[in-house]
């Protein structure tokens, strides 16, 4: 069974970095059928996609936080990792990380999720 | 940006009725739609993919429908474990997609 954690810094104080990572088991990060992205949701709000990485390194992320992200994959510890620089109120949210699955499209494996705060 | 719209925000229904939750995208996706179920304190699972296609180990009782820019997710017998946040989510720019901002069924 694929299982995803999220781990890293809950609390982050303002114009800081936020740095999360994401362990997968069950699965590896190395394989070529898949995608890891990260997906984050400010309270009250819907869900907003951050970025992806896959095996080889190849990044892909929303063009309004690119000047602010870094996603990168570490296949020795099977994970992979998200560094939010410059955080403001606005990045408080709970955040997910997922499988892409590149045969059928969608995110077929979700983190649970872990919670994120901005303040000094 | 591909804007995904669910309706209603809260469906309110008694086990054992069927109801079905609708999303709307801005342009056509094709079948390019997901439906996700999230229950408190979990992660979010996947249901649908491809409009109509059941995620492995997916309850018959769930079913897709639609392309372009109409989507519905029936569920034929709401059973207990079925009251919870669902979100579609459009992948045709994948591996961007945006979601729904979700649809809560809760119980009557």
């Known amino acids: 069974q694929v299982q995803l954690q999220e781990s890293g810094s809950g609390l982050v104080k303002p114009s800081e970095t936020l740095s999360l990572r994401c362990t997968v088991s069950?699965?590896?990060?190395?394989?070529?059928?898949?995608?890891w992205g990260w997906i984050r949701q400010p309270p009250g709000k819907g869900l907003e996609w951050i970025g992806n990485i896959n095996y080889s390194g190849n990044t892909y992320y929303n063009s309004s936080l690119k000047n602010r992200v870094t996603i990168s994959v570490d296949t020795s510890k099977n994970q992979f990792s998200l560094m939010l620089r410059s955080v403001t109120a606005a990045d408080v949210g709970i955040y997910y990380c997922?499988?892409?699955?590149?045969?059928?499209?969608?995110?077929?494996?979700w983190g649970r999720g872990t919670p994120v705060t901005v303040s000094s | 940006e591909i804007v995904m719209t669910q309706s209603p925000a809260t469906l309110s229904v008694s086990p054992g009725e069927a109801v079905t939750l609708s999303c709307r995208a801005s342009q056509s996706v094709s079948t390019t739609l997901a439906w996700y179920q999230q229950r408190p304190g979990q992660a979010p699972r996947l249901l649908i993919y491809g409009a109509s296609t059941r995620a492995t180990g997916i309850p018959d009782r769930f079913s897709g429908s639609g392309s372009g820019t109409e989507f519905t997710l029936t569920v034929s017998s709401l059973q207990s474990e079925d009251f919870a946040l669902y979100y579609c989510?459009?992948?045709?720019?994948?591996?961007?997609?945006?979601f729904g901002q979700g649809t809560q069924l809760e119980i009557k």
């Open positions: 989510q459009q992948y045709k720019d994948w591996p961007q997609g945006t």
């Open positions: 069950g699965g590896s990060v190395s394989s070529s059928s898949y995608y």
């Open positions: 997922a499988r892409y699955n590149i045969l059928t499209g969608p995110i077929d494996y």
